[in-house]
């Protein structure tokens, strides 16, 4: 296996890899990463659809792409996936899935149409007194300290930031700033997650430092992430012949282990209460999801609080059980072993009350019935003391909404602070008292939000114990590599398989990239796998950061201004200076 980027390898098409006919696949999760999998064995490996099995826990594909109607509680959304122009992996993918809206169309050409004709922006990013506007300016704030401060994470190695809290590298100065403000709102970081993970999202998404502020860096789909993505790829794998196990639990899997191959023997499962196993070839090939930010979710309702479920959990139980067998596959309990550290929760709240878009509109800024961008991403209550954010989607965001139904995604990053005007955490409330608090920061009168909460609105809160798991301090080796080395029928796919380029988790491109590289390697496929951008390496996009980062302020030149003059003149003579004062570097004297 190897990448590539260009037109060359992107657009060719492999041949079929050798005793590809003598082989059959199987998959543990039907998530995202599986689903993918078993893609690009059938597109690139050319294996039959027949001879590819999935083993899935719930009734249901999808894993975190979730998006359903719960026919007693409402709409149902855990999260929202926000995507951008270079998921290699993800658009290599959805190029060759058939988009069920639109004929003759693949969900990548679905989804270019869309973003080019109604392109993403947030027109109010962050807000404080009951909805008014927190005047941030789309701007970052960040002090020559705080500047300082990101440079020197950003020019870092990986070694450095191994195991380190951010707040361990990052000065109280910066952690205050819009910018942080701003990140952490939008990619659910906490002070006290990985140092390394930051760092791993600044050179990913250097490119997208200039949308920050405004989100106008995000693509977004037409409706939620189920019917959107997983509910065409499904789709077509059932076309293909794929075999889905739903109600199926995998509780372990055997290993033939020596000092230079490794073997997948056996997989144990349970269906419906009742114990089986699948023997394993050499010619069969497995591939694991391991762990998973959506385990032991709980949902409850308009009356009912979601609950904190820290029992048994299947996904992150079958990986304890898979990495006492070997050290080359990981270390699970770095990731799950604090719930308290990795959970936040989550609320969908459908509108019922014609009165509730109308402060939605005054935030926005947005008609949310026009069928188009509506919030542009999240909107952060600044002085939220839950620090909560909520966005709506284009609408309808289901299929099955009602034209005058709105649903808001909210979500507190704080779980177990009091709330500002419902004086209980988010994690003791119901949906209704969530749904005040949401009304409260979006500027209802307070004579006016018990009623509208209570018949107004239908509301879902969700726990989720696991969901920035991956987001803990880290070091090499605590997520194995996608295929170990020695492995010779197995791989381990999704967010907590460590790939060997530069691209960074809780993304949908991460959950396609681990199996793209788990089937390209274990088929032998005569393809590359798309490198990440190389955004970090291109120092027009590195200018073009350091300039956002100053909030657009130059760069006086030292001296007195005739000897500036000099300077600047001498800087006009060649491509340096051209692009130092093109990005607006220095300033002009």
């Not at 009734?59 to 926000?82: Q, S």
């Not at 270390?331 to 009165?355: N, Q």
């Not at 070091?475 to 967010?495: H, K, M, T, W, Y």
């Not at 291109?538 to 007195?560: F, I, K, S």
Request: net charge negative.
């Amino acid at each position: 296996m190897h990448y590539s980027a260009g037109n060359y390898e992107a657009f060719a098409r492999p041949r079929k890899p050798a005793g590809v006919d003598e082989k059959t696949a199987w998959f543990v999760g039907a998530g995202l990463a599986s689903m993918a999998g078993a893609a690009f064995l059938i597109r690139d490996g050319q294996m039959p659809g027949d001879k590819i099995s999935v083993f899935e826990e719930l009734d249901l594909p999808g894993g975190a792409l979730d998006g359903i109607k719960e026919p007693k509680k409402g709409f149902v959304i855990r999260g929202g996936r926000e995507m951008e122009n270079h998921f290699e992996c993800l658009w290599d993918l959805y190029r060759s899935i058939p988009s069920i809206e639109i004929d003759g169309a693949s969900v990548l050409d679905e989804f270019f149409w869309l973003n080019n004709d109604d392109p993403n922006s947030s027109l109010q990013r962050v807000t404080m007194d009951q909805g008014q506007d927190a005047h941030t300016d789309f701007k970052f704030g960040l002090s020559d300290k705080a500047q300082k401060e990101l440079t020197k994470l950003f020019l870092a190695t990986r070694e450095e930031m191994e195991n380190k809290r951010i707040d361990e590298v990052m000065s109280a100065e910066f952690l205050g700033s819009n910018f942080w403000l701003y990140w952490r709102t939008m990619f659910a970081f906490e002070n006290w997650h990985s140092a390394l993970e930051f760092k791993l999202y600044l050179h990913r998404f250097i490119h997208h430092i200039k949308g920050l502020p405004d989100l106008s860096a995000l693509k977004f789909t037409k409706y939620n992430q189920y019917e959107s993505l997983v509910l065409p790829l499904y789709r077509w794998l059932l076309d293909q012949g794929v075999n889905f196990q739903f109600s199926t639990t995998v509780t372990d899997v055997d290993f033939d282990i020596d000092q230079t191959r490794k073997q997948a023997t056996r997989i144990h499962w349970m269906h419906n209460g009742e114990d089986g196993t699948t023997e394993l070839s050499p010619n069969d090939l497995v591939f694991m999801t391991i762990g998973s930010l959506t385990e032991n979710s709980d949902e409850g309702d308009h009356h009912t609080p979601a609950t904190l479920n820290t029992g048994p959990a299947p996904a992150w139980d079958l990986w304890r059980t898979i990495a006492a067998k070997d050290p080359a596959f990981g270390r699970p309990d770095v990731f799950a072993g604090d719930i308290d550290a990795t959970k936040w929760e989550s609320c969908t709240v459908t509108t019922l009350d014609k009165r509730i878009p109308e402060y939605i509109q005054k935030i926005c800024k947005r008609d949310p019935f026009s069928g188009k961008v509506v919030t542009g991403g999240i909107v952060t209550a600044k002085d939220s003391s839950w620090l909560m954010s909520w966005t709506v989607n284009r609408q309808p965001h289901f299929k099955q909404q009602p034209a005058d139904q709105i649903v808001v995604w909210v979500y507190a990053l704080f779980s177990d602070v009091e709330g500002d005007y419902v004086k209980k955490s988010i994690s003791a409330c119901t949906g209704e008292e969530i749904t005040r608090e949401w009304l409260y920061h979006v500027g209802v009168p307070e004579d006016q939000i018990d009623e509208l909460a209570a018949t107004g609105a239908k509301s879902v809160p969700c726990m989720m114990p696991y969901v920035t798991a991956f987001f803990m301090p880290r070091r090499a080796g605590d997520r194995p590599a996608v295929v170990p080395e020695g492995a010779s029928n197995f791989a381990f796919i999704g967010q907590f398989a460590e790939s060997a380029t530069r691209d960074c988790i809780f993304t949908t491109e991460y959950s396609v990239r681990t199996p793209m590289e788990a089937v390209y390697t274990l088929l032998d496929i005569e393809r590359g796998v798309p490198e990440v951008y190389g955004s970090t390496y291109d120092v027009r996009e590195l200018l073009n950061a350091t300039a956002r980062l100053r909030d657009g302020e130059e760069t006086e030149l030292p001296g007195p201004h005739f000897l500036r003059e000099k300077l600047y003149d001498k800087f006009q003579n060649n491509e340096v200076g051209k692009l130092l004062t093109e990005y607006k570097i220095i300033a002009t004297p």
